[in-house]
């Protein structure tokens, strides 16, 4: 999970055990609506956005190894939304790993079961599998999966 989100839930969790003291508990008058109204923002939609991308977050490996992808050992996390879900999945992980090491481990054909290495550019990697295609981008601290399972 993204270290900077989990920062993000305590803050805004925090905050909202805050203001929740404050409007609710003490009945404080001086803020009035505009307290109780940050609370429910604060609690009703920030905190369960955020706690559902973590969740996201957190079964971001897992989808990627449904497919036949197995996740690099140097994975740290995965970063912000791009999880792995919905019907064109992008994965971001965020890695300390050497680039050249990753396309090396993902050349190898028992960490992409069942799809086969089509093309190669630049930091870049093309698998295919039927009607399926994977691209695999790796940058200096970041590696990108990418499926599109509608091609024609």
Known sequence: MDPALLTFLGLIV????????????RRADDAGAQGKAGLL???AILIPV???T???QAG???RLAEIGFAPHPAFDASVGVASGTGGHPVWVFSTTADPESIL???RQPGNHGGWSLNSEASRMLVFGRGRERATLTVGREAVVFS??????
Do not use: E, G
Not at 14 to 21: E, F, G, K, P, Q
Not at 147 to 152: E, F, G, S
């Open 60 to 62: 971001a490996s897992a």
């Open 104 to 106: 090396a481990f993902y």
């Open 54 to 56: 973590l969740w996201h």
């Open 41 to 43: 923002v604060l609690m």
């Open 50 to 52: 955020v706690v559902v």
């Open 147 to 152: 499926v599109d399972t509608a091609r024609n």
């Open 14 to 25: 925090a905050l909202a055990a805050l203001l929740h003291h404050v409007f609710v508990v």
